[in-house]
């Protein structure tokens, strides 16, 4: 059986006579990749999983853990072998990573590791260090009705004069402080032992919060949170273009998945085109204590009423 996942206009095929698999990566993408079945002639890069397979002249074994990939040698073909249940997770990942190459390879973007949300209108992007309040900031976002693009890696694509964001199905990694502060929602989760974090899937988040994916939203404006625990209200500053770019150069990702590359030849990159374009976006330091984040919609009409859009 084939399947065919589509992010933004990519596609890429997936064959396997294991269903198994298929629904694994069905069931973990259906908020963010459009699935159909059946065959299609303009797919940038085709998986077939099989049993076992003798690569030949035509393809390169490129790796074999955590299961044997091969890699055609002009094509975009891929084949892959040995995937066993306990894998699937890391099959999903290698999906994600080879759209997240189909898009440098076809479109003007960068990465930054950064949360964005949107309220149907446009995008608002929340930068900044660890620790800096980025996931406290996204989630009360969310429970004041805006929708969900990222909290971890964002892509950004450049199309004419605007730029407009994209978030990839990763999982939702949350601290104890986080935590609570969204009791009612996150109270059952269990504490990952290995980075002492909770983590929420998209699916979860999705169903918890009762919001949506809404990827391919304008970006109109980008938030540099700052935690103060003695701030009585959120108190917000426009940052100069020089020092606005300057900072966001330091931010962006070079590449998304450039500590977990499974096939070196399919490594994907940012370019300077789309981060230049950025320097038209306003960015908005903004110091913020858990207890005013009630304010965030009004700090925002705020800031529209302000740039006079």
């Not at 970006?219 to 009585?232: D, V």
Request: with cysteine.
């Amino acid at each position: 059986m084939k399947y065919v996942f589509k992010y933004m206009d990519i596609k890429i095929s997936l064959s396997s006579e294991n269903y198994s698999i298929i629904y694994y990566c069905i069931n973990y993408f259906k908020n963010y990749f459009y699935c159909s079945v059946g065959d299609s002639k303009d797919v940038m890069i085709s998986i077939d999983i099989l049993e076992c397979f003798s690569c030949g002249n035509n393809y390169v074994l490129e790796t074999e853990e955590p299961f044997k990939i091969y890699v055609h040698r002009s094509d975009k073909k891929i084949i892959i072998t040995n995937v066993e249940e306990k894998n699937y997770r890391e099959f999903m990942r290698l999906i994600r990573e080879l759209f997240v190459y189909c898009i440098t390879l076809t479109k003007r973007c960068c990465f930054f590791h950064a949360a964005c949300v949107t309220n149907g209108e446009f995008a608002v992007a929340i930068i900044g260090d660890k620790f800096a309040g980025k996931t406290t900031m996204c989630l009360n976002f969310l429970n004041l009705g805006w929708n969900f693009i990222s909290n971890d890696k964002l892509v950004l694509v450049k199309n004419d004069n605007n730029i407009f964001c994209w978030g990839l199905p990763i999982a939702l990694g949350i601290r104890e402080g986080t935590k609570q502060l969204f009791t009612e929602k996150l109270n059952d989760l269990v504490i990952d032992q290995e980075d002492s974090r909770y983590y929420l899937t998209p699916n979860q988040l999705i169903d918890r919060f009762n919001i949506e994916v809404s990827n391919g939203q304008k970006l109109k404006m980008m938030l540099i949170p700052s935690f103060c625990p003695e701030a009585r209200k959120i108190s917000v500053t426009k940052m100069a273009e020089e020092e606005a770019i300057n900072y966001l150069k330091n931010q962006r990702l070079e590449s998304i998945y450039s500590d977990r590359k499974k096939i070196n030849r399919l490594a994907a990159y940012s370019n300077d085109d789309s981060l230049n374009s950025l320097i038209k976006i306003p960015v908005y330091k903004v110091v913020i204590n858990c207890e005013n984040n009630n304010q965030l919609n009004d700090i925002i009409e705020d800031i529209l009423k302000k740039e006079g859009k």
